[in-house]
């Protein structure tokens, strides 16, 4: 089991900067990819970022060259800073981490992007 507890989100205006956190317990040995994946009311989940225990990294079109994903293998955390922030980014962010025949989701956290 992999626990996944994420911190950061809050209201910024447009433009504005945030930095979110994620920080893995349990049997984070197997965790491969990570990622950021991000949800609105009555939407599906969708992808925005992940990176690969050797530091590969795959955005969505949408934040690329905005928003960088990097990963703390010694400490077992992923962030996700996202600079010039939108009203369209406002959503909940999810954690991800994937093992061997499982994928874990943390609990959300808003981001709220005000024009």
């Known amino acids: 089991q992999v626990q996944l507890v994420e911190s950061g989100g809050g209201l910024v205006q447009a433009g504005g900067s945030l930095r979110l956190s994620c920080a893995a317990s349990?049997?984070?040995?197997?965790?491969?990819?990570m990622g950021w994946y991000r949800q609105a009311p009555g939407k599906q989940r969708d992808l925005v970022a992940t990176?690969?225990?050797?530091?590969?990294?795959n955005y969505v079109d949408s934040v690329k060259g905005r928003f960088t994903i990097s990963r703390d293998n010694a400490n077992n955390t992923v962030y996700l800073q996202m600079n010039s922030l939108k009203p369209e980014d406002t959503d909940v962010y999810y954690c991800?981490?994937?093992?061997?025949?499982?994928?874990?989701w943390g609990q959300g956290t808003q981001v709220t992007v005000s024009s």
């Open positions: 991800n981490a994937r093992t061997p025949g499982a994928t874990y």
């Open positions: 349990g049997s984070i040995f197997r965790i491969s990819t």
């Open positions: 990176i690969s225990t050797r530091g590969t990294t």
